[in-house]
């Protein structure tokens, strides 16, 4: 089965400074790769995800990237704020009906 | 749209109890519907895809007849824990797909706002 590393588990950054999460997968089958964040005690919320047939996408401070042939794709938070502490998760999953396979989540903690 | 909810938002049971949470699809239609389980600190760990009209299917190590789960109409599943005991407290998620055409894709999985169940 799909197999998600995410690293790295922590992650301090100076509001401001960028932060940058990266995945690796395991089945190269695998077209779908979310990233999810979530607050202590709350739902996982989608905040980007991208399609195999794209190499980036760009919602405003936030951006994924990936790369097939190496099979990894990262999450690039720019202009950190405090707002954005939480831990982010990354997944992958194949086809309308795969199961998501979550990454082991990296706690970014953004200090003013 | 795309919204998802459970209930309830937390339970606290006696051990030997059984416990029954809902899922939700609140403005799509969700021919699937996954259950997850969350230790503190740790990942999302998938626990069955439950099917509208059909048997859910339970991942490895997954207690099909510990973990009951329903999905009888295209808007709700529920999860009954049952016989509860103090190693299955954890936090219950649930998601949806949206597979009434809603959304442009189906492979987006909304999420519940989850169940923290104790059991004391």
């Known amino acids: 089965g799909e197999n998600v590393e995410q690293h790295p588990s922590t992650l301090s950054v100076q509001e401001g400074d960028s932060a940058v999460i990266k995945c690796t997968y395991s089945d190269s089958a695998s077209n779908y790769f979310p990233w999810y964040k979530q607050e202590l005690g709350k739902r996982p919320q989608l905040i980007i995800d991208i399609r195999s047939n794209v190499g980036e996408k760009k919602d405003q401070r936030i951006a994924v990237t990936l790369n097939k042939t190496a099979k990894h794709f990262s999450l690039h938070i720019t202009e950190t704020q405090p707002e954005d502490s939480a831990v982010y998760f990354c997944?992958?999953?194949?086809?309308?009906?795969?199961?998501?396979?979550f990454g082991a989540g990296t706690q970014v903690v953004v200090t003013p | 749209g795309a919204v998802v909810s459970q209930h309830p938002s937390w339970v606290i049971c006696k051990s030997g109890t059984s416990v029954k949470i809902e899922c939700r699809s609140l403005?799509?239609?969700?021919?699937?519907m996954f259950w997850y389980r969350q230790f503190p600190k740790q990942s999302l760990m998938l626990m069955a895809t439950?099917?509208?009209?059909?048997?859910?299917?339970?991942e490895q190590g997954v207690e099909k007849d510990k973990f009951l789960i329903n999905h009888a109409s295209l808007t709700l599943s529920t999860l009954t824990v049952t016989s509860a005991h103090p190693e299955d407290s954890s936090f219950y998620i649930c998601s949806a797909r949206d597979t009434s055409g809603g959304h442009l894709f189906t492979d987006t999985q909304y999420f519940g706002p989850g169940t923290r169940l104790t059991v004391l």
């Open positions: 439950s099917n509208e009209g059909s048997k859910a299917t339970y």
């Open positions: 997944a992958a999953s194949k086809g309308s009906w795969g199961k998501l396979q």
């Open positions: 403005d799509f239609q969700a021919t699937t």
